[in-house]
T-cell receptor
Framework: GAVVSQHPSWVICKSGTSVKIECRSL??????MFWYRQFPKQSLMLMAT?????????EQGVEKDKFLINHASLTLSTLTVTSAHPEDSSFYIC?????????????FGSGTRLTVV | AQSVTQLDSHVSVSEGTPVLLRCNYS??????LFWYVQHPNKGLQLLLK??????LVKGINGFEAEFKKSETSFHLTKPSAHMSDAAEYFC???????????FGTGTRLTIIP
């Protein structure tokens, strides 16, 4: 089945530093990947839609200069949290849909727990 | 516009008894609907999906859901709960032609031994 690998699974960083999270589709190509943020005991909120070879589309209220998204290939999207602050601490999850429009639904990564100290 | 309402934030059932997690949706289009499960500190795993084919959808681990257009519902059921079913469940709608998934607020399922 479709597999999305997200790395790292957890990271602790100091305030002011940047953190990069990778999302890879392992056995399919994804022209579009999605980045979500999940606060404790809450649902997922879409942050941005990542399109291969073009700029990401950010949801209202999401700072594009803080959350940099790069989708350099059909199998890799990255989210970089720049100048991280404690309020950026959260669980970040990516998802991908097969480029051929397959009927698999959306495959999610296993998530990254970011703690900013 | 589309939305998803999960009617129960928390459901507790005894092991071996049926599970019912309720979901209502609203959508301007013929939607695709999904149920995902999330175990603590993990990503989401697809349980099942409805994409305008059979209205009764069978998923993994014995779960199934029935799409009822007249009631705008997509409730998730399982005949007999297992301890490993304890997790958070999300009902999700994908409106036709729009890849922006809308998530319900989630239902936490607790299994009582």
């Amino acid at each position: 089945g479709a597999v999305v690998s997200q790395h790292p699974s957890w990271v602790i960083c100091k305030s002011g530093t940047s953190v990069k999270i990778e999302c890879r589709s392992l056995d399919f190509q994804a022209t579009t990947m999605f980045w979500y943020r999940q606060f404790p005991k809450q649902s997922l909120m879409l942050m941005a839609t990542s399109n291969e070879g073009s700029k990401a589309t950010y949801e209202q209220g999401v700072e594009k200069d803080k959350f940099l998204i790069n989708h350099a290939s059909l199998t890799l999207s990255t989210l970089t949290v720049t100048s991280a602050h404690p309020e950026d601490s959260s669980f970040y999850i990516c998802s991908a849909r097969e480029a051929t429009g397959g009927n698999r639904g959306y495959t999610f990564g296993s998530g990254t727990r970011l703690t900013v100290v | 516009a589309q939305s998803v309402t999960q009617l129960d934030s928390h459901v507790s059932v005894s092991e071996g008894t049926p599970v019912l997690l309720r979901c209502n949706y609203s959508s301007s289009y013929s939607p695709s609907l999904f149920w995902y499960v999330q175990h603590p500190n993990k990503g989401l795993q697809l349980l099942l999906k409805y994409t305008s084919a059979a209205t009764l959808v069978k998923g993994i681990n014995g779960f199934e859901a029935e799409f009822k257009k007249s009631e705008t519902s997509f409730h998730l059921t399982k005949p007999s709960a297992h301890m490993s079913d304890a997790a958070e469940y999300f009902c999700v709608v994908d409106p036709f032609g729009n890849e922006k998934l809308t998530f319900g607020t989630g239902t936490r399922l607790t299994i009582i031994p």
